[in-house]
């Protein structure tokens, strides 16, 4: 009974950690216009030196990948172009990074290093201007003073609710632990008191 009802709290107590790390997970609070561009591709690349990002990505070429990615200061970003969808570049919409390939390009494997400083801190928008109307937008997020949502540990519940550190399903395993091992204490104590009783009394009648 002890060792049931030990494994029954760890149990709960698992899932209670496993539900506050899962509520902790954030990422950058993007921009509509960031969150509304094709692809949609999310990279956490802080603690990288250098990252990647394909211009002309997706079935169609008309997408960045990722599309929203978040990085350290002093990161270097190359903006490779994949050949597809057209000529594309890279233009800031709105954010303190200012980026600016220059004239649309089409050339497969032609690239646009961008090195992030500390005056990029925040969120950036930016977009491909020939393929701006058709969803060609993407975002940087720079440092740790962004503005950010959490993701991790949403159970369905309104947000307000899933934001209070430890996500309701957890807390609904602990009372069903509690409540198993007060149910094995009373069946038991039962047991001890009343069964005995009963099988002595039935003894005697033999």
């Known amino acids: 009974m002890r060792t049931a009802g030990g494994a029954s709290a760890a149990v709960a107590a698992s899932a209670g950690a496993t539900g506050t790390a899962a509520a902790q997970e954030a990422e950058p609070d993007w921009p509509s216009g960031v969150t509304g561009g094709n692809l949609g591709e999310y990279l956490d690349a802080r603690g990288e030196s250098e990252v990647t990002v394909e211009v002309g990505a997706g079935s169609d070429g008309l997408a960045f990948a990722p599309t929203q990615l978040w990085v350290d200061t002093g990161t270097t970003i190359t903006f490779e172009w ?3 969808g057209g000529d594309h570049n890279v233009v800031t919409v709105e954010g ?29 928008h930016y977009h491909c201007v020939p393929h701006d109307a058709v969803g060609m937008h993407a975002g940087i997020a720079v440092g740790e003073d962004v503005p950010t949502v ?30 198993g091992i007060a149910l094995t204490f009373v069946f038991t104590f039962y047991l001890l008191k009343y069964g005995e009783s009963a099988h002595t009394g039935h003894g005697g009648a033999q």
């Open 96 to 124: 303190e990074a200012a980026l600016d390939s220059g004239d649309p390009v089409g050339e497969e494997g032609y690239t646009y290093e961008y090195e992030v400083t500390e005056e990029d801190a925040g969120i950036t």
């Open 150 to 179: 959490e993701t991790g540990g949403n159970t369905g519940w309104p947000e307000n609710i899933a934001k209070v550190g430890v996500p309701l399903h957890a807390h609904w395993v602990g009372i069903a632990a509690i409540l």
């Open 82 to 84: 994949t050949g597809a």
